[in-house]
């Protein structure tokens, strides 16, 4: 079986097939799917898709791009969602200063916010990090060291030494399409040092559709092409990454109910 660590299948542009979506990663076996909010307002609505649905769960978080939508933004702005069975996690959140440099000072109080949520509830850190890799390893390591908590580094694609730091305190790196991509070979020689033991592996649909639907709307179902690339990279089966993979997803996102 096999599990989408991220993705959006609550946007828009699922509104007409959502459910033919959700029915065809489960014909392609994909058990957990991790339908991430990027915008607290949202977060709601997820839930109730969540609850109609076996396997699926959602976050509380806003997206950095977003970092500015409201006038205040609190970690309790954040928790005020946790007590659901349905979020697992904080984010998605982060840096990013290809899109938004001009409000990184806002981008940052926005996720000291979010980290501060991962803190105080002990749910892990969804990290985005897109040009920002200076910052986002002294907020990630000054903030751990003052108060430990855990997280992931989702859809990766930027240095090693962003990846080491974050292998450091303990993070996942998560594993997108991106890696299928013919121009990445520094990405796949990046994941094939990153330990088994915290990897994992999205789709970030309906964004970055893997080779070879590079050029459509990305699915959950498409996990299998990056999980292809994952295993040949790893020098494994690609059922032993399935294993690998959903083992790291339920041990780094532990509210999720196990069910075997």
Do not use: W
Request: aromatic share 8%.
């Amino acid at each position: 079986m096999f599990t989408d660590s991220h993705c959006h299948i609550n946007s828009e542009d699922f509104a007409a097939d959502r459910e033919d979506v959700v029915l065809r990663a489960r014909e392609m076996k994909i058990k957990y799917i991790l339908d991430v909010s990027d915008d607290v307002e949202k977060t709601s609505e997820i839930i109730t898709f969540c609850s109609r649905h076996k396997n699926i769960y959602t976050t509380s978080g806003l997206h950095p791009e977003l970092a500015d939508k409201y006038d205040i933004f609190t970690s309790e702005t954040i928790l005020q969602h946790v007590t659901s069975p349905y979020v697992v996690g904080i984010g998605e959140c982060g840096l990013d200063y290809f899109y938004n440099a001009d409000i990184k000072s806002r981008q940052i109080e926005v996720f000291q916010a979010h980290i501060e949520a991962a803190q105080l509830s002990g749910l892990p850190l969804i990290v985005h990090s897109r040009d920002a890799d200076d910052n986002m390893i002294a907020l990630l390591t000054a903030n751990y060291k003052k108060c430990p908590f855990k997280g992931e580094l989702h859809c990766f694609s930027s240095s090693e030494r962003l990846c080491n730091a974050a292998l450091e305190i303990g993070f996942y790196i998560s594993a997108s399409g991106i890696i299928t991509f013919k121009k990445s070979e520094e990405l796949r020689r990046i994941f094939a040092a990153v330990p088994d033991d915290r990897l994992l592996i999205e789709t970030d649909s309906p964004f970055l559709a893997p080779t070879p639907h590079r050029g459509k709307r990305n699915e959950p179902a498409y996990v299998i092409n990056t999980a292809q690339v994952l295993a040949e990279i790893k020098n494994k089966s690609i059922e032993e990454i399935a294993a690998i993979t959903t083992d790291n997803f339920l041990t780094l996102f532990d509210k999720v109910k196990n069910d075997g």
